[in-house]
């Protein structure tokens, strides 16, 4: 672009003062603010990551920093979520009995709780920004209650194939509760042969492809 000589641009020659975001030549010039820093302390040190309480049987671990915005297709698995349209995902295991005896529900609890600092995801809930003028939120639970989402149930003995598909279907057509996070683990007890159940139910928005391995 060609400007115009000193003067043309109306009293602007020379020896014109030339005042801030102004160019020499009489262009105004936007000017970019800095850059903002992240906050610090009042020292200049960056606040420490405060540490959760310990899970049942596990040490205790640092506050997650996963807080940030779902995708574009995790959050369509949000939106596509309708009353009679549930999209959380399953599975069912039977687990035959070990040497000193069935799996119980203090055992899953335990193993579970030892193991949340691994998939720090299962400590996090869904925010949704206001007037929907932003995909949702990954925020910490600050209520996070293992026993919670690890629930248990028991079959009349001998609990059949059968009775644990219906009790299996009834669970998974329950919805997730969206105030927390977004999985269940149920420990199922009384099949026949000493046998026990575990049913997982999770949110399709946290188990999506790859994302889905760590849990």
């Not at 939106?79 to 203090?106: C, I």
């Not at 209650?145 to 003995?157: D, E, F, G, Q």
């Not at 949110?203 to 999506?208: E, G, Q, R, T």
Request: hydrophobic content about 40%; glycine content about 12%.
């Amino acid at each position: 672009v060609r400007l115009p000589r000193d003067g043309a641009w109306g009293g602007g020659g020379a020896g014109a003062p030339v005042g801030p975001g102004v160019h020499p030549r009489g262009v105004s010039v936007a000017r970019r603010a800095p850059p903002r820093r992240p906050a610090r302390l009042g020292s200049g040190r960056r606040a420490p990551r405060r540490r959760l309480p310990a899970p049942a049987g596990g040490p205790a671990m640092p506050e997650p920093r996963l807080n940030r915005r779902l995708s574009n297709v995790d959050a369509t698995f949000l939106y596509m979520e309708k009353p009679a349209q549930h999209m959380h995902v399953a599975g069912v295991s039977v687990l035959d009995p070990r040497d000193d005896g069935p799996l119980t529900y203090d055992d899953v609890v335990r193993v579970v709780g030892a193991r949340l600092h691994l998939a720090p995801r299962l400590r996090q809930r869904v925010l949704r920004v206001p007037a929907h003028l932003g995909r949702p939120l990954w925020v910490d639970d600050a209520h996070f209650n293992i026993h919670y989402h690890v629930r248990h149930a028991s079959l009349p003995k001998p609990g059949s194939e059968r009775q644990l598909k219906r009790l299996a279907a009834r669970i998974m057509s329950q919805r997730l509760d969206r105030g927390k996070p977004l999985w269940e683990l149920w420990v199922i007890e009384g099949l026949e042969g000493g046998r026990a159940a575990l049913i997982s139910k999770t949110h399709h928005c946290m188990i999506d492809g790859i994302a889905g391995v760590d849990l």
